[in-house]
């Protein structure tokens, strides 16, 4: 919500988007979300269904399946009312990734990367990659996470444990689904189009998948814009000592 893409705000792409907002987003009405379309038929089916695809009848009557996922008319006045902040967030979202990306230009990690000719992001949240050759090794079941300390070097377990030590919360990168225990025994398509059936296999040429390599070197930094730049030299202070 906010990024351009070659100048043109992302949510006007096709017919259907999706803007969220949940409680951690640029603007936010605590959760939910809305559909954007210019498409009035889709527009109506939507708001058929979302409001229990109710037939026109004088009592309750239904021809298909309905649900119940209205926004009520006071969440939809709390998210308008941040609708004029929306540049400023992005600016103090923005002020936030800059100071990160200033502290972390000699560590061997990456900020998220951005089309800098063509996008201009909102710069919700800002995230980091660790180098390959920085990493310590560890290792992750299910639920849990272990790494083994080595000087120079470090791991998203590392940092996510001594961040929360200052009650500083960070995340590692989201898990791609089909590493979800609730997906992973199905097949799925991957980079060179060829099913994986576990989430150990290797893709064709010995690499990793991209999105299993980013939810293990990436970390998801405190970013939110009432942080002050005295917490963020701690958080950037802590994540240095880490290597
Ligand atoms: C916001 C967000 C979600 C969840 O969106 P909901 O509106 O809470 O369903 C999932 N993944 C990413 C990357 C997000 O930013």
Not at 50 to 64: D, K, L, V
Not at 72 to 78: C, D, E, P, Q, T
Request: glycine share 8%.
């Amino acid at each position: 919500m906010g990024a351009t893409y070659k100048g043109r705000q992302t949510g006007t792409f096709g017919t259907y988007n999706a803007i969220s907002f949940n409680g951690n987003k640029i603007i936010t009405g605590s959760s939910g979300g809305m559909l954007l379309t210019d498409d009035i038929a889709a527009a109506n089916k939507a708001r058929k269904w979302s409001t229990q695809s109710r037939e026109n009848a004088p009592w309750y009557q239904h021809e298909e399946v309905g649900y119940n996922y209205r926004m009520s008319n006071v969440i939809a006045g709390v998210i308008r009312g941040q609708y004029p902040h929306l540049d400023e967030h992005i600016a103090q979202k923005k002020a936030i990734y800059e100071r990160y990306k200033e502290a972390f230009k000699n560590l061997p990690v990456q900020m998220n990367p951005f089309d800098a000719e063509n996008s201009v992001p909102n710069y919700w949240l800002s995230c980091m990659i660790i180098d390959k050759d920085a990493m310590c090794k560890q290792v992750r079941s299910d639920n849990e996470s272990c790494y083994i300390n080595e000087v120079g070097k470090t791991c998203p377990t590392e940092i996510l444990e001594k961040l929360a030590k200052y009650n500083a919360e960070g995340r590692p990168i989201w898990k791609p689904m089909h590493m979800q225990p609730f997906f992973r025994m199905n097949p799925f398509v991957t980079k060179d189009g060829n099913g994986r059936a576990t989430t150990n296999a290797y893709i064709a040429g010995g690499s990793v998948a991209v999105d299993e390599d980013i939810f293990a070197r990436g970390l998801c930094l405190p970013s939110d814009n009432k942080m002050t730049p005295e917490q963020q030299d701690k958080i950037i202070e802590i994540i240095k000592s880490c290597f």
